[in-house]
């Protein structure tokens, strides 16, 4: 056994090392799937508004003396609820997120100034602390490991519909509105809830990387979906260890890992069968 295989094994028997493990291969069930839902409704836009809004929670909970995660969780959640209106309007989702980015930013700024706060903690939280993760956190990400595909089995044909064709979907007695507001909450709490593991400005390695590299392996909205599980669970366990094995900070690697994955994927032809993915951005309709 060398030297590095032994203090390997020495980190991984820390309850901080194993509750972050556990925290990855939570996050790994989840997260992916909503990865497929960005990638399939085309809202790349809503998690960069999301890390603002997060920051903007952070904020508060650090003026307020509340935990600053969950007050990023409830402003993420509420914000996915919010800006489902605002995507009827002429400019879609594109418009939307930038204003939301504008007003979450700039109201977290002030926030940050007036209240004396100091800054360094809330922005520390945007780059991640995987060591740190706590029950909460745990909580969290198990709630979303269990709702995300939860809800995809439960309305897979009206989710299938979705990000084939609104139109078609609306016609077919598909709750469109409805459903498009449960997704964006799901994105908006999902890119919260990384925060800790990633750092927001990281969050796509657990979200949209292994959707993108699943959407070259998979055939259907359904392989689609398994191959972002199973690539989410091989890139946390293979990024983990080796940021434990390098003493490297995890987030890095984690994106590294998972953008290599999605490179070499890219070596595989790719399928044919994508007209799982919505054709346009996020337009709700006026009326059922």
Known sequence: MTLATADLGALLQLVPVQRAGFALVLAAVGLPIVGVIIVGLDIMPVRFAMMHVALLGIAVGLLTGLDPMLCALVACALSGAGIAPLARTPDG?????????????????????????????????????????????????????????????????????????????????????????????????????????????????????????????????RSITVWAVGIGVVVNGAGFLSALWLDWPPGPVLVLTAGAVVLAVHLVPERRNTSWRAPASVSLPSSH
């Open 93 to 221: 989702l594109s418009g939307a997120m930038g204003l939301l980015m504008s007003l979450a930013v700039a109201a977290a700024l002030l926030v940050l100034a007036v209240s004396g706060v100091n800054a360094s903690g809330a922005f520390a939280l945007l780059w991640g602390s995987i060591l740190s993760v706590g029950a909460a956190d745990l909580v969290v990400l198990g709630v979303l490991a269990v709702l995300v595909p939860g809800l995809f089995w439960w309305r897979r044909r009206d989710v299938a519909l979705l990000l084939h064709d609104r139109e078609l979907a609306q016609c077919s007695g598909v709750p469109v509105r409805g459903l498009t507001v449960a997704l964006l909450v799901l994105v908006a709490v999902a890119v919260a809830g990384a925060i800790k593991l990633t750092g927001a400005l990281l969050v796509d390695a657990l979200t949209l990387l292994p959707a993108l590299a699943a959407r070259r392996l998979g055939s259907s909205l």
